[in-house]
């Protein structure tokens, strides 16, 4: 099982939705956030092209947290979902400095925090806050190992692209072009 | 993964509340199996949204403390088909922000400075009654108005017509969709209404004129054009700027502003003279085509490129692109069209182009809405006033099909001619220091004011210059009348308290009804609370509040199979004076306007100066949601959009604050945050409107960003019906503040 999701950039408005609901769905302060969203244009007036993301941690299969990690709190859990410990995490920021796609944070308890892909709803079958809420079903989540699934038939029927693929981490959140 | 790890990440020690028993009240809304994290329970009630006027359903889910932890949409729903937006999502920061109105209060200082004692609700109500009561024997009660934006509106505007006054006025029609409303009616006899009645789901080719869905998050049409472009349709936008939606349209075309009737009159030209119109239903149904044909004979798109900039190929490619579409087109009505003053005309051209496509009730087009025949909870008969708005302004605005929350503020300011202006205002729900354009005049009307009641659930800056502000509970607190909406297929929806009102805030209703037992009146409210009233109604309709609780939206059956009325060329008779679908408007005849819409030249910006456009970010609504502490920690303030090549001649950086200064000298309240950027032309610039508040009480949105109605000075009515048109302001820069110090 390899849990991966794929954001639509033709169908994201970048309207935030996907923000808000993470930060209601599992309580993240204020002033921080688990997802957040980035618009990209190219070109000058009047030739333009816009890029909209709803960025995330991307779940690395080869993650530099992970790695980083002194205590371990950082782990692969099932389905190759990172997830901290935070009962471990001593809050070195070793992860946060390591991680190309600056997705974690400190949490105002002390740990680090970042998006888990919200692995107490994916547990009970359910997607993840994000992609549930979002108002043009820009997002699909699931298991690429299933080729069933609507991520896998989205990626082998879209182009797409990963973010920092030189950074070799091997993400698992893809942007459908 | 174990169930441990998650209930560490849940962060909120939920292993000890383990296998709690659940504390809530089974009697309201559904408790559900263990939802938030393993061991919590959550209950859900049913609501529908407050935040923005789309009212979108959904569940308000609470945690076992009793704590309102989410909203998310109810699937049955068509407003929101499951799916909020992100304001809608974020409406539990309207229930948390610790800024909101808490108890009823007493002005005891000079208006708009904010000083004010606390008072008891009975207090309250008793200077509100005896001021009212005063008014009505030394002026007559017709001399009160009502603004409202909001589920309130309808108690308020009970208690006024109780009162004997039926001057009720939405910001919602003037200074919003109130030309769509007019130009529609004059050409088909029936309005767009809300929800608009596109069938964006089916459409193949959808044309927006300044509506940028996408930053406007009027959830049904967002989700229905990603599920129509997925289809293959395609989106042309006409827009300055390179709005969202525009980046994912196939043809953008950035017309210069103030020319969007010379691109109309175009595209009606092409699409007549290249025989691309639908010959079977203009025959049948229209009135006048020889008449159109004759008045765009001289509009070709070369005529159109000088005034519009937009090249004569694209205005014919795009003419055939919608002609190939047809009947499968909707020419966008859009919502907010008040914009240069002869917006009923333009939106009445709209009309046209989409009667020539055959769009009006066909798939994917203009569908027939429905709703159910909702009987209210019975009271006595209103009194009939004597006089109404209209009095104040004979001969003019003769198409206007509701009150000018506009005209009755110009028609509070005294003048020697009026016998009776206005001496009282109840607002509920609406800052109209933001939305009334021309802020001089709205501070001018209010001075003249005996009384002034507030409504509302945070302190605005019009609450600065009430008498009496009544602090609202948030929707997510009370009970509302059943939404009543006209969808594809009729459907109703219950809002339902989820808390206990916080602090001492109360229900509109029951304050409306406070005041009316003050009164006297109370007897037009015949009911103990809302719960009575409901399920009376409900049961009108064969469901009960019981019902409703568990499944928060009910949809009914289509009374008859009329959903596209014209989509084989059915016979169908027009609420016209012709019966036809009139291109040639012989409502607008007999009242002296245009009854084919003309191109004026609109004023263009002095040199220097830029025009001031003005939209919607996705995650505010207005100016009311600046404060929210979830979505001001989304987008906190605005900037205004620079091109490059102006930012250029200014020297302007990124992020760099000015000021802004318009054609008539005034200066924002506050500095914006520039953002240079290639998605606007070089003659205007762009802001989001709802920022730049002044009221400190609100520790958030104090401050931050620039108020594009401290801007908004020069006002284009619209002599059809009155609308306020805003978009012919123009400004340029300033590195300093005005001389006014903010209040």
Redesign the interface.
């Known amino acids: 099982m390899r849990y991966a999701m794929a954001v639509d950039t033709?169908?994201c408005?970048?309207?935030?939705?996907c923000?808000?609901?993470c930060?209601?769905?599992?309580?993240v302060p204020?002033?921080h956030?688990r997802d957040w969203i980035v618009e990209v244009?190219t070109?000058?007036?009047?030739e333009?092209?816009?890029e909209?993301r709803s960025e995330r941690c991307n779940h690395c299969a080869n993650a530099p947290c992970v790695r980083t990690c002194p205590t371990e709190a950082s782990h692969y859990?099932?389905?190759g979902?990172v997830?901290v410990?935070?009962?471990e995490c001593i809050g070195c920021k070793a992860c946060i400095t390591s991680c190309p796609y600056d997705a974690r944070f400190v949490?105002p308890?002390g740990y680090v925090d970042k998006c888990?892909f919200c692995?107490?709803r994916v547990?009970k079958g359910q997607d993840p806050?994000c992609v549930?809420?979002?108002?043009?079903?820009?997002m699909v989540f699931g298991d690429l190992d299933d080729p069933n699934s609507e991520i896998s038939k989205a990626m082998a029927t879209r182009k797409w692209k990963s973010l920092i693929p030189e950074a070799g981490t091997d993400p698992k959140v893809f942007y459908l072009l | 993964?174990n169930r441990r790890?998650?209930i560490?990440?849940?962060?909120?020690g939920a292993g000890s509340l383990a296998f709690a028993t659940p504390l809530f009240d089974f009697s309201k809304g559904e408790v559900l199996a263990p939802d938030v994290?393993?061991g919590m329970y959550s209950k859900r009630t049913p609501t529908y949204c407050e935040i923005c006027f789309w009212k979108c359903a959904g569940w308000v889910h609470t945690n076992d403390k009793g704590k309102i932890?989410?909203?998310?949409?109810n699937d049955d729903d068509p407003h929101s088909n499951g799916?909020?937006?992100?304001r809608g999502?974020?409406g539990?920061g309207m229930y948390t922000d610790e800024d909101r109105l808490k108890t009823p209060l007493i002005r005891t200082g000079e208006r708009g400075k904010q000083v004010f004692r606390e008072a008891s609700w009975d207090e309250a109500f008793t200077y509100i009654a005896d001021s009212l009561k005063k008014i009505a024997e030394e002026h007559g009660p017709e001399c009160t108005a009502l603004f409202t934006h909001g589920s309130g509106g309808h108690y308020f505007g009970n208690l006024l017509k109780a009162y004997g006054s039926n001057n009720i006025a939405a910001p919602s029609y003037a200074q919003c969709r109130g030309p769509r409303e007019v130009g529609f009616i004059a050409t088909y006899g029936e309005g767009v209404q809300s929800p608009e009645r596109v069938d964006i789901r089916d459409t193949r080719c959808l044309v927006l004129i300044g509506s940028h869905?996408?930053?406007n998050?009027h959830?049904g049409p967002?989700?229905e054009?990603?599920q129509a472009?997925?289809k293959g349709a395609s989106i042309i936008t006409v827009d300055p700027r390179?709005s969202?939606?525009a980046?994912?349209s196939k043809f953008?075309l950035?017309i210069k502003p103030a020319t969007d009737m010379a691109l109309l009159l175009a595209w009606m030209h092409v699409i007549i003279y290249e025989d691309l119109y639908d010959e079977a239903y203009i025959e049948k149904y229209a009135y006048g085509f020889e008449d159109l044909k004759a008045h765009v004979a001289q509009m070709t798109p070369e005529w159109a490129y000088g005034i519009t900039t937009i090249k004569p190929d694209v205005i014919r490619e795009t003419a055939r692109e919608m002609a190939n579409a047809s009947p499968r087109v909707i020419i966008h009505p859009g919502r907010h069209v008040t914009w240069y003053g002869d917006d009923s005309q333009r939106l009445r051209a709209v009309a046209m182009l989409n009667a020539l496509l055959g769009s009006w009730g066909r798939r994917g087009g203009f569908y027939n809405p429905a709703k159910v025949a909702f009987k209210q909870y019975p009271h006595p008969p209103f009194p009939k006033p004597d006089r109404s708005w209209k009095d104040a302004f004979p001969g003019k605005y003769k198409l206007a099909g509701l009150a000018l929350a506009s005209g009755i503020c110009d028609a509070t300011v005294p003048t020697t001619e009026r016998d009776c202006s206005f001496k009282a205002w109840i607002v509920n729900g609406t800052n109209l220091i933001h939305t009334l354009p021309n802020q001089a005049n709205t501070l001018k009307a209010i001075d003249a004011l005996d009384l002034m009641v507030v409504v509302d659930t945070m302190p605005m800056e019009i609450t600065g210059y009430a008498d009496v502000v009544l602090p609202e509970c948030t929707y997510l607190e009370r009970y509302d009348d059943i939404r009543v909406s006209p969808h594809r297929e009729p459907t109703i929806a219950l809002r339902m308290p989820a808390a206990e009102p916080k602090y001492n805030t109360k229900p509109a209703w029951w304050i409306a009804k406070g005041i009316a037992d003050k009164m006297g009146l109370g007897h037009y409210f015949p009911y103990k609370d809302m719960e009575e009233k409901l399920d009376w109604e409900l049961k009108q309709l064969g469901t009960s509040l019981d019902e409703m609780k568990r499944i928060g939206v009910k949809k009914f059956k289509r009374e008859e199979d009329d959903l596209y009325p014209l989509q084989n060329l059915d016979d169908f008779e027009f609420y016209t004076n012709t019966g036809k679908i009139e291109l040639f408007s012989t409502a607008m005849e007999d009242e002296g306007y245009d009854p084919l819409p003309k191109y004026t030249a609109h004023e263009e910006p002095p040199y220097g100066y830029y025009r001031l456009i003005y939209g919607r970010a996705?995650?505010h609504t207005f100016s009311r949601t600046a404060n929210n502490?979830?979505?001001s920690?989304?987008?906190d303030e605005n900037s205004v959009w620079v091109?490059p090549k102006i930012a250029k001649e200014w020297d302007l950086k990124n992020d760099q604050y000015v000021w802004l200064e318009n054609q008539d000298g005034v200066v924002s309240k506050t500095p914006i945050k520039v953002r240079v950027?290639?998605?606007?032309?070089?003659d205007s610039v762009y802001m989001v409107h709802g920022f730049g508040h002044t009221n400190k009480k609100l520790s958030r949105a104090s401050g931050r960003g620039a108020s594009d109605a401290d801007l908004i000075t020069r006002v284009h009515i619209d002599p059809v019906m009155g609308g306020t048109g805003m978009r012919g302001n123009f400004v340029t820069f300033r590195f300093e503040a005005g001389k006014e110090v903010a209040s």
Not at chain 2, 69 to 73: H, Y
């Open positions: 033709r169908k408005v970048g309207c935030n939705d923000v808000v609901a930060q209601t769905e599992n309580d204020v002033g956030c244009t070109g000058t007036y009047p333009l092209q816009l909209i859990a099932a389905g979902i997830l410990e935070e009962s949490h308890e888990t692995a107490h547990e806050a549930s809420v979002c108002p043009t079903h820009a | 993964m790890e998650f560490k990440i849940a962060g909120v994290h393993p932890w989410k909203i998310t949409g799916r909020l937006c992100p999502t974020g539990v869905f996408g930053e998050m959830n967002v989700q054009i990603a472009t997925a390179f969202t939606i980046s994912k953008w950035p996705p995650m502490p979830l979505l920690d989304l987008m091109n950027t290639e998605r606007i032309r070089f």
